[in-house]
């Protein structure tokens, strides 16, 4: 329950707790302020109980992904443009790779992705040439060819086969395998993470997709734009900067953010639940993703709480903050909502639909929605049901 005083009283918070003793959300309701519950909200992409659902239109997510890029930019290009920076000034580098990749991410989770449902604008032409416009210029694959493999990804059918693009990713491109110890899985994404090799093979696919596609217009757009990014830098003088700036988060750091990002997306059900292949599969399959730890259940008045607090609102405002705007951007954590509800034009306020759709006993599916939360769990999980699938039972 979510009351609309600053805070809960004693009672209700008691009654809360006793509620929504699972639900790490329902505990930051019952005792935080009022004020903090939209923050939370969005950090954890999960709504205080009783939170009503916000209106949001699509073009934000489009100019939110916009000011992230240019604004983490600007940020970077910050120190290059002092005489003499201090060296405190340098700290805005990570600072602005970290908002520049989260607006990549906006753009590659969000608008390209909702495009291809053609659910960011009205008329599926317009949804086209946005798609092929944050393709060509972001190195993402043609949007044509996306939209087609992605509208495979939804079929239960196709669904961690090795038609399905998840799977094509993890198990390919990843080299992740089924069966294999998860201390292994782990130990293979964590070389992936920092391998050049693995960021060149990753890049080199990218490239391909994106300008030498086959699509003459689509691939010289892309061209057209790379070329006078690197010929503008030159001409310049700044290739090192541009470089620093703009290619490192749209490269190496997009793509560390799509590993982890992917690898939470989906879970491998058992064998048999994979091999009916129904709605129940896919129930199995996907998962709620939120960015949060539960606060502490002590009060901050004794020197013990005060401790706890302290650490907990210091995770919550690095780690799952970071996590938030790296990897889990946008509607990425109600992933589990979007199998359901590929179509819907909710997906806007994704945090809130999910949430009522969940209330309402997720009407045509057979299972309600399960939860994760942290990044970490979710992998750990995900890696965990993979090391326990064989490979026949993914046809490999």
Known sequence: MYVSGDRFTADEALLSQEVHAGDPRAQMAARLPRAMQPFLTWLTAKPAPGEAMPEHPAWKFVVGALMLTLGGCGLGAAPFLLASPPLVAWLLLPLGWLLTSSGLGLFQVVIFHHCSHGTVFASRERNRRAGRMVSAFLLFKRFEDYQREHMMHHSAKKLLTEEDEFADFVLGMCRLEAGLPRAELWRRIAVNTVSPMFHWRFLQRRIKAALFSGDRAHDWMGRAFWGTCIALAAATGTLLEFAI????????????????????????????????????????????????????????????????????????????????????????????????????????????????????????????????????????????????????????
């Open 245 to 396: 700036i703009w290619l490192v988060p749209v490269t190496v750091l997009l793509q560390i953010a799509t590993i982890y990002r992917i690898l939470c997306e989906h879970r491998f059900p058992e064998a048999e639940s994979i091999a009916l292949r129904d709605k129940t599969f896919v129930c199995h399959a996907t998962t709620g993703v939120f960015a949060g730890i539960a606060p502490p259940d002590a009060g901050a008045g004794t020197f013990n709480g005060l401790v706890r607090w302290a650490g907990w609102w210091l995770n919550m405002l690095t780690v799952q903050l970071f996590v938030r705007l790296f990897v889990l951007v946008g509607d990425a954590p109600c992933h589990d909502f979007h199998h359901r509800r590929p179509a819907t034009r909710k997906w806007t306020s994704y945090i809130h639909a999910r949430q009522q759709d969940s209330e309402a006993g997720s009407p045509g599916f057979p299972l309600g929605y399960t939860e994760c939360w942290g990044l970490y769990e979710a992998v750990d999980q995900n890696l965990a049901t993979l090391a326990a699938t064989t490979p026949a039972t993914l046809g490999r």
